[in-house]
Every structure is written in structure tokens, then in C-alpha cells.
């Protein structure tokens, strides 16, 4: 069972069988820790939780909140004065001017190369794997974290490894 | 036996300028290269097949990484670039068997979370396939798992230091 597994499971209880969740969370300090971090939540949640309202004042509730929708909005009719009617001109013609700036300058911009791009960060002492199928693009993005005995400095050792490695070729 | 005759002093000090000059000329370069703050940035290709358990001999000495990267495949070295970069330079690796070219430009040295920027993008027949920014500390790694239609796998690794 993985860590990942195990931290869905906390947080979303009812998938994973219990006695090897029990099994792994014994032999995981990390998902022992989070485990934990889930209960403090949910006493607080359960200590602090608003009360669940009365079948009959949701009945209630929604029947107002139906009549609301259902009834024509009618705003007033107000005539604007001389001096209102040329503000809201100049403010309908700046508005188009800003529009039309804006618009040509999209237009004149170079087109970008690329259509979207991503953005991934490497947290320290992890390697991040960015999976790409064909047609999908990317699927998944992976941080592979230190395994159990390991610290953050053996993964960094390890990527120093392959990459030192591999500034010592070409490899002909 | 005859002694070589000592140069005359003007020519002397000529020579010495000429010889000054010419050393100058030499480290200044040098030195304004070693200034110009840049990363060597290394690239390569890996191909995985799922299931596997070969591993190519020229990549023995690293094998026990890959296996912890990417456990149950078998690897074989396609293509490995590094070269010494400074900001907006960049370095390309083209993996030859699958057509794919992988790049990665140099975006900053060292920004302010203390990670290097790279732009990294994955191009096959001209279309670029993948771009993304990727922010990594120095001496880490980023890897694109690209799935090829076979099942098989092309891993491109990037890291700077």
C-alpha cells in the first residue's frame, strides 16, 4: 500500500481495507503523522460544527428563496438629466476607445509559440517526473520522495549521481 | 663556443610589453567568462521499457537511481548533452531512435527561493509537444516521462548545477 493510498484514505474514509491500512500506518511515521493531523481535524470539526437545521425551516427556506426567483425584477424608471446623459456618452465612447486600443494591441503582440505552458517546481531532497502521454499531454506530475531509512540528502545525493554522470559524457 | 647575443634594451622592453600585453590579452577573457554568472546544464534521454531488467553498460554506474526513479524497467542510454550556460543560452538534445528533440533554456541562476529556472520543451516533427517552466534547486533533478506509442518509455532528464 502506498503513502498516497493511505493519505486518501484518512481523508476520505471508505475504500482501503482497515487492517493493512492499520498494518501501514505502524510502519509509516509519516502517515502515522498525518493520521493524527486527521483526527485533530475532525474533533475540532465535530466540536465546533454549526447545528444541521430542522427538515421544516429548509422547507421553509427554499420556498421563499423559490417565490424570490420566480417574481419579475421591475426597476424604476428614472429619466437622467442634460448633463448625466453627456457624462454616460463620454464614458460609453472611452470605453470603446480603451476596447479598441486593447484589441489592436493583442493583435500586433507576436503570437506565442507555445500554446499553454506549465509550471513545475522541484521541492528540495524530491525528483519530480512529469508523465506525458500522446494524446493527453500531461497525465500526471510525480514527486518522488525519500524511501523509508532515506533523508532528503540521499535523494539529493542520487540526483548528484546521475547528473554528475551525465555531464561526464558522451558515452561513445 | 659561442654565446647568444643579449638583445639590445629598447628591443627589450618591447618584448616585455609585447609579452604583457599578449598574457593580458590571454586572462582577461578568462576571467570575465568565470564572472558571467551560468550553470552547466546537463540533458539526456533515457529509454525504458516496462517489465524489463537489461540495463545498458553505460549505464551501470547509475543504475541503482534509475531503478529507485522507475522500478521494473529495463534502460538504455539514448542521448546525453551538457554544456555550461548563461541566462537566456540554451542546450538541445536530440534523441536520435524516437525523433523527439528536448531543450531547455536557461531562465535564471539562482532566483529568489533558490532554485535554478530552466524553460524545458519537447518537440517531435517541429510541434512542440510539452513546454513548461521547472524550477529546481541546484544539483536536482526534473524528469519527463513521455509515454511512446509502443508502451515503451522516453525518460528526459534535466538538472543544472
Redesign the interface.
Known sequence: MRCDEVMRELSAPGGLDESSLAEHLSACPRCMAWSAQVDKLNRVWNATRPEEPSSSAFDTMWAKTEAMVSEPEILPFVSASGWKRWGLALVTVAQAAVILIAGMYGLSRPTP??A???????E?G?????????SR??ISAIE?RP?RGESDTD??A??????N???S???E | MSRPIPPQPPFRRALVVALGLLLTGMTLPALAWQAVPGRQVTLFGIHAVPGGNAVDPKLKKIEPQLKKLFPGHSFKLVKTESKRLTVGRSVTCTMDTTGFIAGAELINVLDGDGNVQFKFALELNGQTEFATLVRTPPNQLFFCDKMLPDGSRLLIGLGGR
Open positions: 509559440a507555445i499553454s505552458m506549465h509550471d513545475y517546481r522541484v528540495e524530491t525528483t519530480l517526473v512529469v508523465r506525458l502521454d500522446g499531454g500531461v518522488v524511501q535523494m539529493v542520487a540526483d548528484l549521481d546521475v547528473l554522470y551525465m555531464e559524457g558522451p558515452f
